[in-house]
């Protein structure tokens, strides 16, 4: 035989408030309505904090704030306006949540003014999502609070320096078991960006030396021949080249770093 459900839940609350509202609000009646009302809706309460639970905050200290942001929602709604009860406490509580976290945990430094206005940002987010039953977009959040668009990235990046995670801290699989940690996860350095580089810097200050610089460097570093089997080619003593590549280089090098060259006797 089939149960008749429960309608006395937070998911089915506009007909209790619907008969709250036609209450004395200084009335017994009106007190213990209200009451009822927000023991059936305790269980949504602690279903948010949960959600928020694993952050670095006390569990009980985010259910006491999730509690409190159920109880403003309460007072608050307005069953007349015809949207349902969830769609307004849910974005009022998880505001109290953020809003906690906000005030008592940064472990990143952010700007007052990014903290200012994420208190506006969040604000308008409630609103915004009651009037248009979405989420509100950036650009929309901007309009709304008459500020540039990037304000509003900035802030919207800033609400997550509460918390921070370590890169020794085990990365979950898709199964949700502990896997690499997240600095594994990170690929190796790739030796050639640096090759890449010193080829950016170099290649122009190459092509200004004289040729038969050049041709003393491609000698020694290209074609891997000896200072003493350049010294044949040119009819010199291996001291003379071993001299002039040593002012190349350090010409070279000052060049590339900025720095003074350094005398070669």
């Not at 604000?123 to 650009?139: F, G, I, K, N, V």
């Not at 350095?189 to 950016?200: F, K």
Request: hydrophobic share 40%.
């Amino acid at each position: 035989m089939s149960r008749t459900p429960d309608l006395r839940t937070y998911e089915h609350a506009e007909p209790l408030f619907a008969h709250l509202s036609l209450t004395d609000p200084r009335s017994p009646e009106h007190d213990a309505l209200r009451e009822e009302i927000i023991e059936i809706c305790l269980p949504l309460a602690e279903h948010i904090a949960r959600k928020y639970a694993g952050r670095g905050e006390i569990f009980d200290d985010l259910l006491q704030t999730a509690r409190l942001g159920m109880v403003m929602a309460v007072d608050r709604y307005d069953v007349t306006t015809g949207s349902p009860f969830l769609g307004f406490a849910v974005p009022t509580i998880m505001g109290e949540v953020r809003r906690h976290f906000r005030d008592h945990l940064w472990p990143l430094h952010v700007p007052r003014r990014e903290k200012e206005l994420q208190g506006k940002v969040r604000a308008a987010t409630d609103d915004l999502s009651r009037r248009l039953q979405r989420s509100p977009t950036a650009h929309e959040l901007a309009a709304e609070l008459d500020v540039p668009v990037t304000d509003i990235a900035r802030t919207l990046v800033a609400a997550n320096a509460f918390q921070t995670r370590s890169l020794d801290t085990p990365a979950r699989d898709n199964d949700g078991e502990p896997g690499m940690t997240v600095a594994e996860s990170f690929g190796a350095e790739d030796p050639s960006y640096r090759l890449t580089e010193d080829t950016i810097t170099v290649a122009p200050l190459l092509a200004r030396l004289p040729a038969e610089d050049r041709q003393l460097l491609i000698w020694r570093f290209y074609d891997t021949l000896s200072q003493g089997e350049i010294a044949e080619r040119l009819g010199v003593s291996q001291m003379s080249v071993s001299r002039k590549l040593t002012r190349l280089l350090g010409d070279l090098r000052a060049e590339a770093t900025d720095e003074l060259p350094v005398p070669v006797a």
